[in-house]
């Protein structure tokens, strides 16, 4: 029979050695950024404005069933959707055999953002609900996209 000091050294070991297990699985949950440089447009329809054209680097991550787009770039063209559910959003993954995309929609405001990217063409479309001087808007986006050398 074991005794009792032997038996907590062995679960101490046991707990190290799972706690090591699980971080590095942890570690593998982690998805690749992958980027894509763009020449952008964006309007406001509202407002018949059009905005000024600007470069954009839009980040894809995927994780599971989930496609998570940082659009990074000046103010106005800024934006993060994701098809990710939680309490403040309700979150679509909009991707086909044909696209990539997400849609954001917040349930207290009911503001949306949507991203869709061609993966044929590398086109890129999408809209942004939010402030711009002082009235609540829509602003509609569409580019071209670049793929990155291999």
Known sequence: ML???FTLTYFKFLRV???FWLSQSALLAH???FKIDCDAEAS???LEKKLTPAKITIELQNIGRHVYFN???PA???MRVSSLITEQYLGANLTTASRLGAN???KTSGRENQITIERESVAFAGYNDTDYQGKSVRI???GKCKLPKQ
């Open 76 to 78: 106005d063209y800024q």
């Open 104 to 106: 954001k929609k917040s």
């Open 44 to 46: 406001i329809p509202l």
């Open 17 to 19: 050695v799972a706690l």
């Open 71 to 73: 659009v990074v770039g």
């Open 140 to 142: 509609l986006y569409e």
């Open 31 to 33: 998805a690749q950024t």
């Open 3 to 5: 005794t009792l000091p």
